[in-house]
């Protein structure tokens, strides 16, 4: 038996093959009597009916923290998202086994709990949100974090877009609390298996990357959610290229970047992004959009279940579950 044992939200399901095929005992959420996880009015429905084989085990929390995609048969927010994984985490921290003993009556009895309950987040929530960037706003990212962190022993995030840099991040890794899983030298080296690149630079389309792989890049400057413009030049003339980016919705950052790349004279260009976000609306259509604009010159994570690359184009998707067996 493996040394731990994983629990899987409803963002993080498609993972459970992969885990299941290295040898890890996988639980995810039964069914309400609607054979749904929400109730009618939208409440949310979490039970582990095997939860009394957790007992006295280290237990693996995982979810992806981001609405769901046009993939997934029902419809989550990121809060609900947060709700569930709130949710599985209290059960765990006191289960009970229930017998009905008449109608409308039950008898209830304490079960054992897990010796400990860490989570992975596959995508961080609130991601663009960790900080209050004007008077008055709330940091979602830092409350949902800090939040999730007061319910288990520790949280570990995949790529996150929150820097170290934040005074809360620093004070949770402090005590021991925050660990950061960096998907993207895994993808990089992905990216050169597929693409066969024996030498390549990499570069980043926005300074918060540059800052974190210390490595050159553009300036970025965005107006709006959907329209951001580059700057800066590189010496990339004859070189094959990897530009990495933590997160994209359409692609467009990273399109821009290939062009840019390419017309500075760049050999070849392969874009790296850790996650794809599909947008409720035309999200899978925007995703093969950028997949046919790079010519097929792309590679992303699982972290967030899409159709376009998870199932469509496995080729091009690296599988997260291999980088978080490695870490945990």
């Known amino acids: ?174 005590k021991g609390l925050y660990k950061i899983i960096d998907v993207i030298p895994d993808l990089v080296d992905f990216a050169k298996r597929e693409f066969r690149f024996k030498d390549c630079v990499v570069i980043a389309p926005d300074e918060g990357a540059q800052e974190r792989y210390k490595i050159d890049g553009f300036g970025k400057s965005r107006t709006n959610s959907f329209k951001v413009e580059l700057h800066g030049d590189l010496d990339v003339n004859g070189l094959n290229v990897i530009v990495i980016d933590d997160l994209t919705k359409s692609g467009s950052t990273l399109l821009k970047a290939r062009d840019r790349l390419l017309e500075q004279g760049a050999k070849e260009v392969v874009l790296a992004v850790a996650h794809v976000v599909p947008l409720l609306e035309r999200g899978e259509e925007l995703l093969e959009r950028l997949i046919e604009k790079c010519n097929e010159r792309i590679v992303t994570s699982n972290t967030v279940n899409t159709e376009i690359f998870s199932k469509e184009h496995q080729n091009l998707c690296y599988n997260i579950v291999d980088t978080l067996v490695e870490t945990l």
């Open 1 to 174: 038996m493996k040394e731990y044992d994983v629990v899987l939200g409803s963002g993080a399901e498609h993972l459970q093959s992969r885990f299941e095929e290295l040898g890890f005992r996988v639980y995810t959420s039964d069914l309400n009597y609607d054979y749904k996880r929400m109730f009618p009015n939208a409440d949310i429905y979490v039970k582990i009916g095997k939860v009394a084989q957790l007992s006295g085990r280290r237990v693996i929390v995982v979810q992806s923290c981001t609405g769901s995609g046009p993939a997934e048969n029902e419809q989550y927010s990121t809060s609900d998202r947060i709700v569930e994984l709130l949710l599985l985490l209290d059960m765990l921290s006191k289960p009970l086994n229930v017998e009905k003993i008449a109608h409308k009556q039950y008898s209830s009895t304490p079960i054992p709990p897990p010796k400990s309950v860490e989570v992975v987040l596959t995508f961080q929530p609130f991601a663009l949100q960790d900080k209050s960037f004007e008077t008055g706003e709330a940091s979602s990212g830092r409350w949902a974090i800090e939040t999730i962190a007061k319910n288990c022993n520790k949280v570990f995030v995949v790529s996150p877009h929150a820097p170290d840099s934040l005074e809360w991040v620093r004070k949770l890794k402090d």
